[in-house]
């Protein structure tokens, strides 16, 4: 045994088990055990949390669109991992679609890691995607390092990734259960979306509820409905990504209650933001599923509270502001994406506190469950002995006003200015290096490309 070369301590200090006094040893990066607050040894470095700040295991956000290569200009490797640092992220996973070439061959993924490679500030891994026709892809992909498998089941917003259907998936999931690969969803169909955009093609683009009326929860429930068929004749792994409908949590909760291997995800713009507040012209706030009314909001709430929703991610998901059409205020023609990387923390921090719940279940949402979706849970998502000494110190009490100075994503704009936002990121480290300090980063990259195995 080698005796630590860094102790991280602090008077609250999240383990697997309790939020308590304790001392962090890390020897060669890695955690090597978590002892009493007063158990420093002599001759390493010590690092000390002010007594009201939280000592974390870094948040791990398994749905961030990084676009490259191809898209570069919509975020990028450099930008998307330095914004993630500054939020406390240590790992993320990127989607398979949105760069180009997408991710769904092995030579997309060899261009995407390519990409990467001495531009990470934090870890990063990879899903790969289905779309039709690459079922033969599935394996060569999965043994070249994906974490697991995306599909959409309505268009994606990009012609290089097109959705799949019944007939697809039923070609597709049967090969993901052989290899025990998770398919992770898009939940929306398209039909009841047609019908919607047909109904209100008179009405107005620049206003929010048009483009609310055009998105309808029936879409969300036909294709959570369709999964959990699917899921039931397959034995496939299913994820469902960005969940926003409420009317689907009833059956979600009973396909669970049956042991069907499905597992749910929602964003802190749908926990956040309500329909009824935003302005009419207000694009930033256009996402896929979009955000739905206060009453929805706290239907989620309830779901995440009981542990019929599993975690909490961004779906980070950028582009340049004038694909946003801001001037025009057209919600029907602008790109559909919220930005917040840097900002899942605080936003579900002071929004859960709000509601109750303590630092204990903001760790399971932010960082273990997220963790353990993917399979990095050995190393990511807790402190615990053997683990990576990924770690975040921040103050719950702290406020701050959301700037555009302050962002760190390549693209500013975003919902979330002009918020007020508790919970201030003070460090970050990532195996036990510091790569963020109070604003500053103070490190050179440091982030590892990490491959499934």
Same mark, same amino acid.
């Given at each position: 045994m080698?005796?630590?070369?860094?102790?991280?301590?602090?008077?609250?200090?999240?383990?697997?088990?309790?939020?308590?006094?304790?001392?962090?040893?890390?020897?060669?990066?890695?955690?090597?055990s978590?002892?009493?607050?007063?158990?420093?040894?002599?001759?390493? %470095? =010590?690092? #000390? @949390?002010? !007594? *009201?700040?939280?000592?974390?295991?870094?948040?791990?956000?398994? +749905?961030?669109? &990084?676009?490259?290569?191809?898209?570069?200009?919509?975020?990028?490797?450099?930008?998307?991992?330095?914004a993630?640092?500054a939020?406390?992220?240590?790992?993320?996973?990127?989607?398979?679609?949105?760069?180009?070439?997408?991710?769904?061959?092995?030579?997309?993924?060899?261009?995407?890691?390519?990409?990467?490679?001495?531009?990470l500030?934090?870890?990063?891994?990879?899903?790969?995607?289905?779309?039709?026709?690459?079922?033969?892809?599935?394996?060569?992909?999965?043994?070249?390092?994906?974490?697991?498998?995306?599909?959409?089941?309505i268009?994606?917003?990009?012609?290089?990734?097109?959705?799949?259907?019944?007939? %697809? =998936?039923? #070609? @597709?999931? !049967? *090969?993901?259960a052989?290899?025990?690969?998770?398919?992770?969803? +898009?939940?929306? &169909?398209?039909?009841?979306?047609?019908?919607?955009?047909?109904?209100?093609?008179?009405?107005?683009?620049?206003?929010?509820?048009?483009?609310?009326?055009?998105?309808?929860?029936?879409?969300?429930?036909?294709?959570?409905?369709?999964?959990?068929?699917?899921?039931?004749?397959?034995?496939?792994?299913?994820?469902?990504?960005?969940?926003?409908?409420?009317?689907?949590?009833?059956?979600?909760?009973?396909?669970?209650?049956?042991?069907?291997?499905?597992?749910?995800?929602?964003?802190?713009?749908y926990?956040?933001?309500?329909?009824?507040?935003?302005?009419?012209?207000?694009?930033?706030?256009?996402c896929?599923?979009?955000?739905?009314?206060?009453?929805?909001?706290?239907?989620?709430?309830?779901?995440?509270?009981?542990?019929?929703?599993?975690? &909490?991610?961004?779906?980070?998901?950028?582009?340049?502001?004038?694909?946003?059409?801001?001037?025009?205020?057209?919600?029907?023609?602008?790109?559909?994406?919220?930005?917040?990387?840097?900002?899942?923390?605080?936003?579900?921090?002071?929004?859960?506190?709000?509601?109750?719940?303590?630092i204990?279940?903001?760790?399971?949402?932010?960082?273990?469950?997220p963790?353990?979706q993917?399979?990095?849970?050995?190393?990511?998502?807790?402190?615990?002995?053997?683990?990576?000494?990924?770690?975040?110190?921040?103050?719950?009490?702290?406020?701050?006003?959301?700037?555009?100075?302050?962002?760190?994503?390549?693209?500013?704009?975003?919902?979330?200015?002009?918020?007020?936002?508790?919970?201030v990121?003070?460090?970050?480290?990532?195996?036990?290096?510091? &790569?963020?300090?109070?604003?500053?980063?103070?490190?050179?990259?440091?982030?590892?490309?990490?491959?499934?195995?």
């Amino acid at each position: 045994m080698h005796p630590p070369d860094l102790v991280i301590r602090g008077r609250r200090v999240v383990t697997e088990n309790s939020v308590a006094p304790a001392s962090v040893h890390i020897t060669r990066g890695y955690i090597s055990s978590v002892s009493i607050f007063e158990d420093v040894p002599s001759g390493c %470095d =010590l690092v #000390e @949390a002010a !007594p *009201e700040s939280i000592v974390m295991p870094g948040l791990v956000d398994t +749905h961030v669109h &990084v676009n490259e290569p191809g898209r570069t200009e919509w975020e990028g490797f450099e930008t998307a991992t330095r914004a993630a640092a500054a939020g406390g992220v240590t790992t993320i996973v990127d989607m398979p679609l949105n760069s180009i070439p997408a991710t769904t061959a092995v030579a997309g993924l060899e261009k995407k890691l390519e990409a990467a490679r001495d531009k990470l500030h934090v870890d990063a891994a990879f899903w790969g995607g289905v779309v039709p026709g690459n079922t033969g892809e599935l394996a060569r992909l999965w043994d070249a390092g994906v974490v697991g498998f995306k599909c959409f089941l309505i268009h994606s917003g990009v012609d290089e990734f097109p959705n799949v259907t019944e007939p %697809d =998936l039923r #070609e @597709a999931m !049967p *090969e993901l259960a052989r290899l025990g690969a998770m398919l992770i969803v +898009h939940a929306e &169909v398209p039909g009841p979306v047609e019908a919607c955009c047909q109904a209100i093609e008179r009405l107005s683009s620049r206003s929010y509820e048009t483009f609310l009326r055009s998105r309808p929860r029936e879409a969300e429930n036909q294709a959570i409905e369709l999964m959990i068929k699917l899921a039931r004749e397959t034995g496939c792994r299913i994820h469902i990504v960005h969940h926003c409908s409420a009317d689907a949590l009833p059956m979600l909760r009973r396909a669970k209650s049956f042991g069907l291997p499905i597992t749910v995800e929602t964003c802190p713009h749908y926990l956040h933001f309500a329909a009824e507040r935003i302005p009419d012209g207000a694009t930033e706030f256009k996402c896929c599923p979009p955000i739905r009314e206060r009453e929805n909001r706290q239907e989620l709430w309830d779901a995440l509270g009981d542990g019929m929703i599993d975690f &909490v991610v961004s779906d980070h998901s950028p582009c340049p502001p004038e694909m946003k059409l801001r001037a025009q205020g057209d919600f029907m023609n602008a790109w559909g994406g919220i930005s917040s990387l840097q900002l899942r923390l605080p936003i579900i921090w002071t929004d859960g506190r709000a509601r109750g719940f303590t630092i204990d279940r903001i760790t399971e949402w932010l960082s273990r469950g997220p963790a353990r979706q993917v399979g990095l849970d050995q190393l990511k998502g807790s402190i615990k002995p053997g683990a990576d000494a990924d770690i975040v110190i921040w103050n719950p009490d702290a406020e701050f006003r959301v700037t555009h100075e302050m962002i760190h994503h390549r693209h500013k704009l975003t919902p979330y200015v002009g918020e007020t936002l508790s919970g201030v990121v003070e460090k970050t480290f990532l195996r036990g290096q510091m &790569v963020y300090d109070g604003g500053e980063f103070v490190s050179e990259r440091q982030g590892r490309i990490i491959l499934r195995g």
